[in-house]
């Protein structure tokens, strides 16, 4: 006998678990009780999905157990063996998946009402479930198609750059125009078409979304999906009544806005300028030809170890270059042995350093750098002028002096690490050739305590470890 | 339920959401983003009723489809989260 899906304990498991989900994220106000806070994260889950298949027919539960143990399987796998760098990709990669599920189990709904209790007497949709529906399944198809996007472009496998069509906000203002006039459409006409439609133009739109959007830009992007994937399972939660998806796609929506919001302010743009995308293009191509030769001095592995070994404090600034060279573990090496000479050593993260918010955290985690060793941009930016090295691998941006300085360049304004004030400047650069994601020329390349150390990241660090042991 | 009490749910939880998250540490924005991913996958509740009810063969194989989808992103987003969680360590205290 399987108990009533109206049964008083139903929404209150579900309750439960919308608490044991606020309660993982309060984890993580600090790494000591994250774990605990992930677990309880786990504990909800299971409660939610227990409560269902009690309540919901175990007649096909041999299917359902399968489809989990699929699915679970290869989830499973693939966090064991995703390396950290790819950590991007894989979060985009999962946006996506939360975004098509909405829209399989919208459909779902769509062909099957009287088993998600929404339907009259009639068997026909009541018409605040048809908004909601139409609401959720093109959140979560906006939320599909722009996160494979998103996916593609941090993986590499589709050029980082921005792809501008023309009259593309003419193009996406429409569309999504015609999606809200579909959906109030679907309250009055219930045909297939009209769900058909809705569910084609958002994944149409998700996709022109996404594609103006440049690679730098992609911390801000990956906060908005997943914001998107946190309102898509609220929408749902609305349309079948479900207390744990409604808490819980509040809590998600929630926390993409918060982190889109501090990613945007790292950056000193304006949201709605980063979603209409384009940025880096044109600044790429203004700041080409005018460029003038300026001198600047390049240093040797040995200079730098010779340097460093000498300091008293070196803070080191790493960004995305960092990533893709998978140069954290020789630089926590060469951190420890500046430690064991006596140096202090300190790791400065800029917000958006990286390709999502907190990327370079979690790497330097992975290379057993102690958190307590790295700091955020405030907490850190007044120790510069007592810094003898700033050592920059990997960024650029974020430590460009024109920022605070020059009012007509496009990162003016953006918040950036007062590096000119340390004594003496490493910048770990690839070559001379290439400018930051923005495009500008940097200052700090030319200061006289500068000095460029051009090499891929890893083996210059490398180098420097070797140097360092004699 | 109504619509008000659930909307009533929704914006506390809103609420509840935006001072959760300002207090959680920019050093776990990574693990923060992963584990977020993973609860938001409760849509599998959705999922599962669709892939248990008789009645639209269409709507069951949906169902299973979305059980598949949300359970990669359920064991996925929290085994990632628990691994990266793991990796952040305090110095030795020697």
Known sequence: MELSASSAWVPLAYLVAGVLFIMALRGLSSPASSR????????????????????????????????????GGIGFVTARRIKMTDMPQLVAAFHSLVGLAAVLVGLAAYLNPVAFGIAGADGVIETQSRVEMGLGIAIGAITFSGSIIAFLKLAGKMSG????????????????ALIIGLVGCFTQDQDLWVIAAITALSFAIGFLLIIPIGGADMPVVVSMLNSYSGWAAAAMGFTLHNTAMIITGALVGSSGAILS??????????????????????????????KEQRPWKRGSAEDAAYIMKEAETVIIIPGYGMAVSQAQHVLREMGDQLKALGVSVKYAIHPVAGRMPGHMNVLLAEANVPYDEV???????????????????????????????????????????????????????????????????????????????????????????????? | MDFVSILSIFVMACFVGYYVVWSVTPALHTPLMAVTNAISSVIVVGALIAGAAQGSVVSKWLGLAAVVLASVNIFGGFAVTERMLAMYKKKDKK
């Not at chain 1, 994260?41 to 143990?69: C, D, F, Q, R």
């Not at chain 1, 009259?167 to 429409?174: I, K, P």
């Open chain 1, 36 to 71: 605990a806070g992930n677990r309880y994260g786990m504990i909800g889950m299971t409660i939610a999905m227990v409560t269902t298949l009690i309540t919901h027919g175990i007649a096909s539960l041999p299917e359902i157990a399968g489809a989990i143990a699929i699915g």
């Open chain 1, 161 to 176: 750059s921005p792809i501008l069509l023309p009259g593309r906000h003419a193009l996406n203002l429409g569309t999504l």
């Open chain 1, 261 to 290: 919001y501090i990613m945007c302010k790292a950056m000193n743009r304006g949201f709605l300028s980063v979603i209409a995308g384009g940025f880096g293009a044109e600044a790429a191509a203004s700041g080409g030809p005018a």
């Open chain 1, 375 to 470: 700091f955020e941009l405030e907490d850190i930016n007044g120790e510069f002028a007592q810094a003898d090295v700033a050592f920059i691998i990997g960024a650029n941006d974020v430590v460009n002096p024109a920022a605070k300085t020059d009012k007509s360049s496009p990162i003016y304004g953006m918040p950036v690490f007062d590096v000119d004030k340390a004594k003496t400047i490493f910048f770990v650069k690839r070559s001379m050739g290439g400018v930051g994601y923005a495009g500008v020329d940097n200052d700090v390349f030319y200061m006289d305590q500068t000095m460029m150390l051009l090499a891929d990241a890893k083996k210059m660090v490398e180098d420097i470890v070797k140097a360092l042991a004699h």
